[in-house]
């Protein structure tokens, strides 16, 4: 079992639709929770960071962890066919200081006019 | 500007080659990664570097050696290349240590490497 698992997809939705995406990992030692977009033929960007359990909003993308379930969530309001792209979760440990994040596998979403 | 690049961005080459990657940031970061994407999409740590010293080894075949001559510069070099070796290779970079003074998890990814090997 991977240590962070996360719906392959593809996830079809219309413009303008409220999309939901999901983590679930096993470490419970992990703090940091990062979602990432890429873009096709593209290398991953940070798109949302948050800090232990909670809410985090920007713009037309809120981020929720709840730590108690092992589970973090990403909800993009109107979406629009630009949000076309795969969406990885990653997350990390505090380390000595050092990074070391763990990545899902990655969930596509299509995004149609 | 470019923040992280890559050279070169397409590499195909054929088995029991040897190969170089080479990975230059801008951002004055001291810390600088190499991933490994399959073709699924999974994205796997495989080494950093934290002002030029290896920090993270991920289990990764004896054949792949980093090397990092400068904290703006890290390359990877790939012996006897494989077909399984085939992926997008990502270089990434983030700083320590905030302007807040607290540890960051940020981290900035490059172009991407797309090696084929046949």
């Known amino acids: 079992q991977k240590e962070v698992e996360q719906d392959p997809g593809p996830l079809s939705v219309p413009e303008g639709a409220i999309v939901s995406l999901n983590c679930t990992y096993s470490n419970s030692a992990f703090q940091y929770f990062m979602w990432y977009r890429q873009y096709s033929r593209k290398g991953p960007e940070l798109l949302m960071y948050t800090y232990s359990s909670g809410n985090k909003e920007d713009g037309r993308f809120t981020a929720q962890v709840d730590k108690s379930s092992k589970y973090i969530s990403l909800f993009i309001r109107d979406s629009q066919p630009s949000d076309s792209a795969t969406y990885l979760c990653?997350?990390?440990?505090?380390?000595?200081?050092?990074?070391?994040?763990?990545f899902g596998t990655g969930t596509r979403l299509l995004v149609s006019p | 500007d470019t923040a992280v690049s890559q050279t070169p961005k397409y590499l195909v080459t054929q088995m029991g080659n040897d190969k170089s990657i080479k990975c230059e940031q801008n951002?004055?970061?001291?810390?600088m990664y190499w991933y490994k994407q399959d073709s699924k999409k999974f994205l796997k740590i495989m080494f950093s570097?934290?002002?030029?010293?290896?920090?993270i080894n991920e289990t990764v075949p004896n054949r792949f050696s980093p090397k990092s001559p400068d904290k703006a510069h890290l390359n990877l070099h790939i012996n006897s290349l494989e077909l399984g070796d085939s992926a997008v290779y990502f270089c990434?970079?983030?700083?320590?240590?905030?302007?807040?003074?607290?540890?960051?998890?940020?981290?900035?990814f490059g172009p991407g490497t797309r090696l084929t090997v046949t």
């Open positions: 951002l004055g970061h001291d810390t």
């Open positions: 990653a997350m990390s440990a505090w380390n000595t200081g050092f990074q070391k994040l763990v």
């Open positions: 990434a970079s983030s700083p320590t240590v905030g302007t807040s003074g607290r540890l960051v998890y940020e981290q900035y």
């Open positions: 570097y934290n002002n030029k010293e290896l920090i």
